[in-house]
């Protein structure tokens, strides 16, 4: 079929051929892949990217030393290289994606995936690593007229919440005082080793603790891991939600297993984990007994995959409501194009 489409292609001039497919290639892009957001996700798009300017703002005015070559699109979520208050490495570039709006937009999909419905449950436990893509977890679920139990381990991994000027609560107050979330935390923990703060100078644990204290929040302070598993799973059996939506890599949220590097990210459902090399490589901790207890799970974790899989830029160069909805069948069109107008190049002799 390509030799004979690629005979007839032979006809038309060489330059026309190359017009004609960059003109397929664009139609095909444009006319399947792309979606402009509209309604209610434009909204919560719009309202992502106005907390983030915010933030930026707030900090800006407080002399916080931000790096517009860091967060080179301003959103306020990107910390520093390593301080205090850093537990692990992170990737910038990833930090970088997750600050992306069209995460928000994302979680609405996955919402849509479970059937979850405005007033229904849904429980946010987040490390302080990934900022942006929990601001914009709580943005959508808000937006959704969810009830959420929110809880947040403070460490954080380099280039996220790892400023000890302004760590997560900060950042969460001055998103609350504008209006941009609503949900007070339900507890913190520390984060780090064991959730007890591991790794985190002691002067940045007291400052935490005076911004827990000074905001109204119960900072829980575990015996050990297996303790902090407990403290963690009984809050979210008592909350009885619909989905955890677990955001980055707190320790018991994944415990200490060697299967826990194995959670595939993405939408977990209980009995029917995709991707995964075992399907018992769901690790120790909270997100294994949450799908033992039959409560699905949004594992946001290893950004570069889940931008792949989902269609969001990575490490762009600008935030844009439009999304990419590229499917196997328009790509597989394209190559075949591609495969056409390749085989009827002039360079090429095909032998018997």
């Known amino acids: 079929m390509i030799m004979n489409a690629a005979s007839c292609l032979k006809k038309i001039p060489y330059n026309a051929r190359l017009v ?18 509209e309604g209610d996700e434009l909204r919560l798009w719009n309202l992502v ?29 990107i910390g520093t290289e390593w301080s205090p208050l850093s537990t692990t490495l992170g990737e910038k570039g990833a930090k970088r994606t997750s600050c992306n709006p069209l995460w928000a937009v994302q979680c609405l999909s996955w919402f849509d995936d479970l059937g979850i419905k405005p007033g229904d449950r849904v429980a946010i ?28 381990s403070l460490g954080s991994s380099t280039w996220g919440a790892n400023r000890p000027e302004f760590p997560w609560p900060e950042m969460y107050r001055t998103l609350a005082d504008g209006g941009f979330v609503k949900t007070r935390p339900e507890f913190y923990t520390l984060g780090g080793g064991g959730e007890r703060g591991d790794g985190i100078e002691p002067e940045v644990i007291g400052s935490l603790r005076e911004m827990a204290r000074r905001d109204g929040v119960p900072l829980v302070l575990p015996r050990d891991l297996g303790d902090a598993v407990r403290i963690k799973s009984e809050a979210l059996l008592k909350f009885n939600p619909k989905l955890m939506i677990n955001i980055g890599g707190s320790n ?11 959670i595939p990210p993405g939408l977990l459902i209980p009995g029917n984990i995709k991707n995964a090399k075992d399907k018992n490589a769901l690790g120790d901790g909270v997100i294994a007994r949450s799908l033992a207890d039959g409560v699905p799970v949004l594992h946001l974790l290893n950004m570069r995959r889940l931008s792949l899989e989902n269609g969001i830029p990575w490490d762009a160069a600008f935030f844009s409501p439009v999304r990419v909805r590229t499917t ?5 069109a394209a190559l075949a194009a591609f495969a056409v107008v390749l085989a009827a190049h002039r360079r090429w002799e095909w032998g018997d």
């Open 125 to 152: 436990y987040s490390s302080a690593s990934f900022p942006g893509l929990l601001f914009s977890a709580l943005a959508a679920a808000e937006s959704r007229g969810l009830d959420v139990l929110l809880v947040v």
């Open 328 to 332: 196997p069948t328009l790509a597989l």
């Open 20 to 37: 004609l497919l960059a003109a397929l290639l664009a139609a095909v892009w444009f006319g399947g892949g792309f979606e402009v957001l």
């Open 252 to 262: 018991a949220n994944l415990g200490d297993s060697e299967l826990a590097a194995d």
């Open 49 to 77: 990217r106005a907390g983030q300017n915010a933030l930026w703002e707030r900090q800006a005015s407080a002399g916080v030393p931000l790096s517009a070559e860091d967060d080179k699109l301003k959103t306020g979520f």
